[in-house]
């Protein structure tokens, strides 16, 4: 226990979020996405944000990822703030790796020209990276999809695809929007054991978005819960599961006993307006 | 397989494949299923997805005609194809919704009506009424792109339940939603079966929602499908509520479907 | 290689359409004895497309030009423009209106002023059918780029892609099958413009002769000269077809 | 039972009025300015505010009767077009061998521009201007026959599949599922429709060359009135705009779900 007390005092937070507010004005009205958002994450952690949907989950990690500017606040990356002012520089960018929620694939590019076009806009083509997307996609049993299109693929393989290709170019967070939400509940615990896998190797800071609670709670440290109109953090849910989590724990006890509580959190929010 | 008489729909060897041995296009989906339903019962399909569970319920729904087999619906047999006349007694529920967005939402039930030539004031009455039952009685005049992907569903069973079905065939209706409105929706169903009392054969490849719905799961195996286990599920109606999830029954029950449902996968490299 | 039902059908049946369609023509030609002036019979109009060959080809061969260079000017330029009006909201939204004015403005109405300062030439059949072609291209491709998906945009913003980068890699892909739709229209508007245009300026092109041919009573050459134009027609829409079979190579 | 209708009032939109009319008034400023100073003979490029006053002052005399008559082809023949176009590819989708059999026909039509038969038109019908309506039906028909036969023909799976699973008829899965279905592929058909209309109607009014806007605009620069020429030809493109925009209209009333 002391040893992770004394990691917390020496090292800066990887991602700071002070008191963030985005307000979206529409020609028929005015919505809160996010208001006073605060969040820590350290290297390393594994955070989830769940709620339902409409609650600004998504738009939270578009605004760290410059997709989208905040309204008010602050957000600071290694300790640095970052200017939202303009668009984001690619040393900043390169930091991040963002996952969207369909794999997002352009049919007109194999799969491999798929996962390496960061490499190319960000200007990393270099041999030493291409054998790092191939080591990735062998690693993730992609090998028999690389030379096909994604129109030949399996949804499974193409959000697979996804994940690697935000990881290409070697970034320090993954920003990951739901990305296993479309698919069937067996592929999705699948994935979820191989993403827990890839955490583990390369020691990456990962904030995860979803609706699906058992994920989350598999999955995370600790889990950011929030709540629609306006979209803001109700609480915070620590889970101290040991690691490495398996799939056999969702059925223990202490597993189950987290994700009801975090469903009693979400379905009293949920059951007052039916979106 | 042997016809049980007093069944309400029977599927004897049930088999499917597209395309044609000449061109070399020939895809087996369906391999010999078989399937007695009684009256009033709750029956879900569980399977990887792509494994042609969706394939054997348009089958049913007599959308497709089999390659081979019999369908037996109150005993009589109608052979590969379920005649015209008689889709009247089914009720399909698409997996996306797959609503007419040119009507409003009662519109889209008075569809069935029209369809099926239903007229008169009774008939009318219901289009409410379904509404009412999946609580949307306030969104009738309300198109479907302005309605959220939970309420579109709802829609969609309601249009399914309005010309008074006896059979409901659901092809995964929760599929395209996100957990939160899934899980409401469950309940919700599992609340109209009861109340209905219909008889109703879903496809899923939620293993919460078959333990939560059915009271006996079959398990199809990868393509071509066949069935590889049928699981009663004795949780009694009484318990199918929030707090199920906690209990040792439902927890054991999921393990089970889990460990069936995994073999199946492990039979061929992840997808 | 053995051809499948479908195929035959595909092949056979347009073929018949055509067969029954000539044959029922040159039938009430010669039951109702009708003159040649007035409606001549197919047989007779190949046969003068194939007699007098020497007197149509150089017509065919300026009508053919004046529809393909104009053609291969207006398809660049429609999308390059239209590039640059979907660059930035205020100027989309601002040129959206002549953007469609450009295309519902017959252009055989600005040929007799064009004529005035640029004479009777082949110039101004060509820029004329330039300002006609490039319009529903420039239209087309406006639709299919103002309906990118966001989460595209989102994907190139998540790499810091400069526009550029976006355009090459996601942009013009994304919008492909639309610019390709207003190409399509292009080579049909490109034709219709250059007959309207050799109505008006000058005696070369086709589009004059069918006129001289029409004021002599020559129906039947007049016939062979519209057959041509479909000619032309039909290879500007195959050259289409073939060129969007090989940049779209990734749909089905 | 309070009826909730969710449907929000649409606010207008001012961001897509305002900037086409600034653009306008930049253009007819710069048009202005360029005639009066650059010294480019008034026969070439005349001033706008002459061009403007030239249309208003002529219209109700010299213009009027010609207007009417363009006006009165293009409409009445884009309307017929219309229900033939959409009619015959009612006919000609209920059968695959018939759809295959007569869309290279109408593909033949379409790119073989029906204005080559003007000149016979004249020969065969005379030289009464209104019979150029026919030409107008001729040159837009199968441009919207092709666009319609196209949406009745690819019907999306999971609206065959809704129709086999409630056991339509024939009749029925047309008229309530297929028509409705392919109405954003039918507007496409028939705005190219009016496209091709006003082509066809002008190259008429300028060959036969006795009446219509086609015609006055020749006939303005034969004697040397660009002016004249410019104003007419602004108001041509006026009546394409309009018919274009009251298309536009209809069809985001009838096709409610594309955004």
Redesign the interface.
Known sequence: MEELVQKEVQTIPKIVFENINKVFHTRKQTIVAVKDYDMQVDQGDFVSIIGPSGCGKSTLI?ML???IQPTSGRMLLDGIPLDTSK????ET??K???I?Q?P?M???YTIRQNIT??L???GLDTPEYQEYADELISVTGLQKFADS?P?EASGGALQRAGVVR?MVHKPEILLMDEPFGALDEMLREQLNMELLSIWKRLNITIIFITHNVEEAVLLSNSIYVMATEPGRLVEKVDIDLPRPRSLEMITQPRFVSYTQRLVDLIGSVELRQIK | MEVQKDARISAIDIAKHFGDKA?GTLTPVLDGVSMNIQEGEFVVILGPSGCGKSTFLKILGGILPASSGKILIDGTDYGTQVPRELLKRFGFVFQNNNLLQWRTAAGNLKFMLETMRLKGEAWQGRVSEMLEVVGLQDYQDVYPHELSGGMRQRVGIARALVHDPDVLIMDQPMGALDAITRQMLTFELLDIWHKTQKTIIMVTNNVNEAIILGNRVFIFSQLPAKILQEIPIDIPFEERNHQVFSSPRFLELREKLNHHVRATLSLEEPA | MKL?KKTI??IL??L???LL?FGFWEWAVSHYQLPK??LPAPSGIIQSMVVNFNDFWPHILITFETVLIGFLIAVPVGILLATLITSN??IS??????V??L????L???I??M???MGFGQKVRIIGVVIQAFS?VNMNTVTGILNVPI??H????????NKF?SLR??IY?TAIVDIFTGVR?S??FA??AC??AE??AGNHG??SQ??KY??F?K?TE??A??FY??II??F??GFVAFLQKKV????? | MKKKSIRKKKGIDW??II??W??LAIIFAVWEIAAKTTGISE??LPPMSKIIHGVITKFPGELLPHFLLTVRVIVLGFIFATILGISLAAIFSQFN?IT??????I??L????M??????M???LGYDPVLRTYVVILQATP?IALNTLNGFVNVDNDKVELAKSVGCTRMQRFTKIVFMNAMPQVFTGIK?G???S??AA??AD??SGNAG??FK??QF??YNN?YM??G??FL??LI??T???IIERIERRVVLWKN
């Open positions: 578009r990822n410059g997709i668009p984001y520089s690619q960018l390169r991040m790796g963002f969207f369909q997002n352009l049919p007109w076009l960061p190319k806009i960000f299109y129109i935000a | 061109s | 499948s059908t595909n049946a347009p018949v359409t055509f369609l002036w007035l909201k205020i939204a601002a040129l959206s209106p002549f469609i004015f295309v519902t403005t017959p055989v109405t600005l007799p002023i004529m005035l300062f529903i989460i595209r989102e994907l190139m913003q998540t790499m810091g892609s980068q890699h996601m892909p229209l080579a049909i034709t219709t007959i309207s109505y008006v086709l589009g069918i006129i029409s004021q009573l129906t007049s016939f000269c519209i134009v479909t027609g039909l500007m829409y779209i190579y990734w749909k089905i | 961001m897509s900037p086409p600034i653009l026969y070439i061998i295959k059999a007569v869309t290279p026909v593909i033949w379409v790119i073989t521009p204005i080559t038969l003007i000149p016979l004249t020969l065969w441009i190219l009016s496209i091709f006003t082509i002008l190259s300028i060959v806007l086609g605009i020749s620069t034969k660009v020429s410019y007419t030809i041509v493109g394409g705009l018919l274009y925009k």
